[in-house]
């Protein structure tokens, strides 16, 4: 199955630092979100962006939504220990978040204390 | 938040026996739910989409016969995996969509020994 290209595949950082990571396709994308999933459980959605260009924040996170619709990526400033998990881009070809996803490959971050 | 859960959280089958997943939406109805497959250290891949009243639209490359989704109701899709194999062995996330988004489940570990 199609799948976006996410980078990087991992990260380890101290308390504190800033985190980027991105993804990108070769399709265009009506909507992306990104989500964090923690060991054992379900994604939960961190940000949705529906509009190329749209630059969103939640808390510590921000997201942009690529003006190509190829690309996103996420921020997270200052991280804390609970930031650690899996995030993963997922984008849509139909507008909204109700609809099919396509997930990213995913970008495991350990935060040291 | 919009909760879905999932039964069982975890089962251990033997190969050639069948398991049924259900997948529920506590606090909102949804006539439609995806089904996704985790394999370890990989992301989501969507296999199915659960419309309530009608047959289930599988991805390619999914067999139909073999994974078979039941949308009973407004609350409730189950998936079945037949004739259970080790290869089948992941995770298996459900999701549930409202009225803007798809809440996703805690997911259901398969183990087919």
């Known amino acids: 199955g199609q799948q976006l290209n996410q980078s990087p595949q991992s990260m380890f950082i101290q308390e504190g630092e800033d985190v980027s990571m991105n993804c990108t396709s070769s399709?265009?994308?009506?909507?992306w979100l990104w989500y964090k999933q923690d060991p054992g459980e379900g994604p939960v959605l961190l940000i949705a962006?529906?509009?190329?260009?749209e630059l969103t924040s939640n808390g510590r996170l921000t997201a942009q939504f690529g003006i190509t619709r190829k690309d996103s990526f996420l921020n997270i400033s200052a991280s804390i220990p609970s930031d650690v998990g899996i995030y993963f881009c997922?984008?849509?070809?139909?507008?909204?978040?109700?609809?099919?996803?396509?997930f990213g490959t995913g970008t495991l971050l350990a935060v040291q204390p | 938040g919009a909760v879905v859960s999932q039964h069982p959280s975890r089962v251990i089958c033997k190969s050639g026996t069948s398991v049924k997943i259900e997948c529920r939406s506590l606090?909102?109805?949804?006539?439609?739910m995806f089904w996704y497959r985790q394999f370890p250290k990989q992301s989501l891949m969507l296999m199915a989409t659960?419309?309530?009243?009608?047959?289930?639209?599988?991805e390619q490359g999914v067999e139909k016969d073999k994974f078979l989704i039941n949308h009973a109701s407004l609350t409730l899709s189950t998936l079945t995996v037949t004739s259970a194999h080790p290869e089948d062995s992941s995770f298996y996330i459900c999701?549930?969509?409202?009225?803007?988004?798809?809440?996703f489940g805690p997911g259901t570990r398969l183990t087919v020994l």
């Open positions: 997922a984008a849509s070809f139909s507008g909204g978040a109700t609809n099919k996803l396509i």
């Open positions: 659960s419309n309530e009243g009608s047959k289930a639209t599988y």
């Open positions: 999701s549930a969509v409202g009225t803007d988004t798809q809440y």
């Open positions: 399709s265009i994308f009506n909507t």
């Open positions: 962006l529906y509009k190329a260009g």
């Open positions: 606090d909102f109805q949804a006539t439609t």
